[in-house]
């Protein structure tokens, strides 16, 4: 199967998952850069928080487990990313070299957007601050 045929059932699993708001993909299939052996890296918001800090680690590992197996690909071809809870530099990444798949709920994507933007934004101002303070 192609990527594109791929992608378009990536994207209708992620319609269909009640509990997805967004989707991104990004990594080497975003860039243009993948390879035979790249795997197809995915990062998503859900709709809902998760209380259980176990449950809530696991429930990305758990469905990209569930779509490597409704995709027919092998373990580890696939990756999915709880942009809820990742750090904010990669978070970022998505957010800079990603590419929405999916929005289920505009007004959440600008939300989440904006929170990791503020977010890497007093990062770096720390950083900078302190290197300042530091080397002059």
Known sequence: MDFDQLKLEIIQLAQDEENIELLW????????????NSD????VIFKSWEQDV???RLRSELL????????????G???????????IPLAM??????CLLLSKNRSR???EQQ????????????HYQHKKAIYG
């Open 25 to 36: 993909l990004y990594g080497s299939y975003a860039k243009g850069t993948a390879h035979k």
């Open 40 to 43: 197809i890296d995915l990062a």
């Open 54 to 56: 176990i449950k809530r």
């Open 64 to 75: 990209a487990i569930e779509w490597q197996q409704q995709l027919n690909l092998k373990d």
């Open 77 to 87: 071809e696939l990756s999915i990313l709880d942009m809820g809870i990742a750090p």
């Open 93 to 98: 990444s998505v957010l800079k070299s990603g």
């Open 109 to 111: 994507q600008f939300q």
């Open 115 to 126: 929170r990791i933007m503020s977010k890497w934004e007093i990062d770096y101002l720390y």
